[in-house]
């Protein structure tokens, strides 16, 4: 598919790496260095703009290696076919320490996708379903689902204690390792060590799974909402 993209000034166009990349990588455009302070974010423009084909949108991405490596996590956003101001990315900054962002960096990936337009038909009642509105945790674990599998409630102590040494991704992105579990009054809590790089980098959270049962994944499951004991 070809796309119409204009350089903005000293900008970079954004590149496949390989054959089978799915997103072009971008790359900052900034007269100085940007400071994106822990817990904040910050929109870094990306150096050029595109006309896109009407039924498509492109899709700015984070980098996975920057959410792994630095803890930096791209908002997911969409330029539409009618865009044709500089394409910027949002950055938000999920570590404990200020991250630098520098002219030419690659910060971002661009994706290029299809537009399915809805037509809105208004109704009174909606099929049912076994779901019905169940939410998230709602459907336990499926054997089947190889990922996203949802552990059961709980129902003994010695469950919880299984859950030392696993390890703990936090929003999808951040990992770490669980060095202790705590049950209180109906709660479970979590207390892990933050990993970059392979190593610790010091820093232990402790988070209650039931306040948090949509952001944590331990060794691989997430934990529904529901926890219950005999």
């Known amino acids: 598919m070809e796309i119409k993209i204009k350089r903005i000034e000293n900008g970079k166009l ?3 790496k390989t054959i089978g990349s799915a997103g072009a990588d971008c790359y900052a455009r900034i007269k100085k260095d940007v400071i994106i302070k822990s817990g904040k974010s910050g ?13 498509y949108e492109m899709q700015i991405r984070g980098r996975s290696g920057l959410a792994s490596k630095s803890g930096i ?3 997911t956003g969409t330029i539409d076919s009618d865009y044709r101001g500089e394409v910027s990315a949002i950055l938000f900054n999920h570590s404990d320490k200020d991250f630098i ?7 971002a990936q661009a994706v290029i996708a299809p537009v399915i337009k809805a037509e809105w038909y208004l109704t009174n009642k909606l ?3 076994e779901r019905g509105e169940g939410g998230f945790g709602h ?8 990922i996203e599998k949802f552990y059961e409630p709980f129902t003994r102590i010695s469950e919880i204690e299984k859950l030392l040494g696993k390890d703990i991704i936090l929003d999808n992105k951040i990992q770490g390792k669980v ?3 705590y049950y209180s009054g109906g709660f479970i809590s979590v207390q892990f060590t933050l990993l970059r790089d392979n190593l610790c980098c010091g820093d232990s959270i402790k988070m209650s799974i039931v306040d948090a049962f949509e952001r944590v994944k331990i060794d691989g499951h997430r934990f529904g909402r529901e926890i219950k004991f005999e």
């Open 14 to 16: 954004p590149e496949y």
């Open 43 to 55: 929109t870094i423009p990306l150096g050029f703009a595109v006309e896109i084909p009407d039924g």
């Open 73 to 75: 996590e791209g908002f």
């Open 101 to 107: 962002v520098k002219n030419g960096d690659r910060i």
């Open 127 to 129: 099929s049912e379903t």
């Open 139 to 146: 459907t336990g674990i499926s054997e089947e689902k190889k």
């Open 179 to 181: 060095n202790a579990v």
